[in-house]
């Protein structure tokens, strides 16, 4: 059974740091590409970032809010996605979720979030 | 960017009655290379993450029962919930995976 939780959410200051974690099992983590998606409160879904897998190049991609503050990674070797979120803004705020594609071309297994709350 | 609109952001509708929802964007999502919609719906309950519904437009997701269908190409889809039950209260979004970024709907709030 594919199964991903995250961890690392908590209360931050603007302009602090957070590392978020996705820890993966249940499927070839080797193989996929991992996302990240937030959802601020009360607000509707936004893609954060991609980690394609190393055999199709390893590349990485930012939604534009994010990009040069936030950096997505992986560590194969222990199933786990990470997401550095730098230079926090209030509207940072959200639940973050890892998500992936295991049986079509989007985001059919997602974990169950974490909440990230950027205030002073 | 791609921009996914929804409409209506919101529906009561019976229950055994139908629901549509309708989603447009901005530029098409069709690829004529391999006659493909690259259009998701997913539906949203409180406190959960979305679950996918269809892909490729009309492509049903494991387990989704057989009264929700998609439709459409190119620049509008629709979902259809041909006879609502309780359990299909939730917030349904549709979104894009032609290209990067992946962009979503503002989402619709369904409600008996």
């Known amino acids: 059974e594919v199964q991903l939780v995250e961890s690392g959410g908590d209360l931050v200051k603007p302009g602090g740091s957070i590392r978020l974690s996705c820890a993966a099992s249940g499927f070839a983590f080797v193989n996929a590409w991992m996302n990240w998606v937030r959802q601020a409160p009360g607000k509707g879904l936004e893609w954060v970032a991609r980690?394609?897998?190393?055999?199709?190049?390893?590349?990485?991609d930012y939604a534009a809010p994010v990009a040069g503050r936030f950096t997505i990674s992986r560590d194969d070797s222990q199933n786990t996605l990470y997401l550095q979120m730098n230079s926090l803004k209030i509207e940072d705020s959200a639940v973050y979720y890892c998500a992936t594609s295991m049986r079509s071309p989007t985001f059919d297994s997602w974990g169950q979030g974490t909440l990230v709350t950027v205030s002073s | 960017d791609i921009v996914m609109t929804q409409s209506p952001d919101s529906l009561a509708v019976s229950l055994g009655e139908r629901a549509t929802i309708n989603c447009r964007s901005s530029?098409?999502?069709?690829?004529?290379?391999?006659?493909?919609?690259?259009l998701a719906w997913y539906q949203q309950k409180p406190g959960q993450p979305p679950k996918l519904l269809f892909y490729?437009?009309?492509t049903r997701e494991s387990g989704v029962p057989d009264r929700f269908s998609g439709s459409g190409s190119a620049t509008d889809f629709t979902l259809t919930i041909s006879s609502l039950q309780a359990e299909d209260v939730a917030v349904y979004y549709c979104?894009?995976?032609?290209?990067?970024?992946?962009?979503f709907g503002q989402g619709t709030r369904l409600e008996i």
């Open positions: 980690f394609k897998s190393e055999s199709d190049g390893g590349t990485t």
């Open positions: 530029q098409s999502v069709f690829y004529s290379s391999n006659n493909k919609n690259y």
């Open positions: 979104q894009q995976y032609y290209n990067i970024p992946r962009t």
């Open positions: 490729w437009a009309s």
